[in-house]
């Protein structure tokens, strides 16, 4: 990792980052195709004081982004602790395989040692699996379900 660095998400990231968004959601790694409203909402809360999220950026050496995540923070009953959700992890194609991923986990290890780690990721996704894998990730068997609050 180099050449690339791993900083958090400031507000003049926002159009770099929304570009990033627009291609993730609409890719197969992504079971919706978001909107332009939450993709502002969730750099928003990221760049912000906003306790449930918090947003990083990849950077190549020039200082432009190649990539982005964002984490959002929970509590889980079911272990009796804090919770960090890797909710959006998106490297441009030319970066991958160079160590990006490892570092924003091995941050979220240093930065939330006591906290559980959890992700989604669709289970065709073997590239993005093995790295999880990897990182001490285990797959969960059971599924999630939704309910989302109707439009007003």
């Known amino acids: 990792m180099s050449d690339y660095s791993l900083r958090p998400m400031e507000a003049p990231d926002r159009e770099e980052v929304i570009r990033m968004m627009r291609e993730f959601y609409a890719s197969e790694a992504v079971l919706s195709n978001g909107s332009e409203e939450i993709f502002n909402n969730d750099v928003d809360a990221c760049v ?61 290890n240093e930065k939330y040692p006591d906290h559980i780690h959890r992700l989604e990721v669709e289970e065709t996704n073997l590239r ?25």
Not at 50 to 60: L, M, W
Not at 128 to 152: D, H, S
Request: with cysteine; charged share 30%.
């Open 48 to 108: 912000s004081d906003n306790p449930f999220a918090s947003g990083y950026v990849f950077t190549r050496e020039d200082g432009s982004i190649c990539g982005y995540s964002m984490l959002a923070h929970s509590f889980s009953t079911e272990y009796g602790r804090p919770v960090i959700w890797v909710e959006d992890l998106f490297i441009e194609e030319e970066a991958r395989g160079r160590g990006l991923g490892a570092a924003l986990f091995d941050l979220v």
């Open 128 to 152: 993005a699996i093995r790295t999880y894998t990897k990182k001490g990730f285990e797959a969960l068997r059971y599924a999630e379900m939704i309910r989302k609050p109707e439009n007003k």
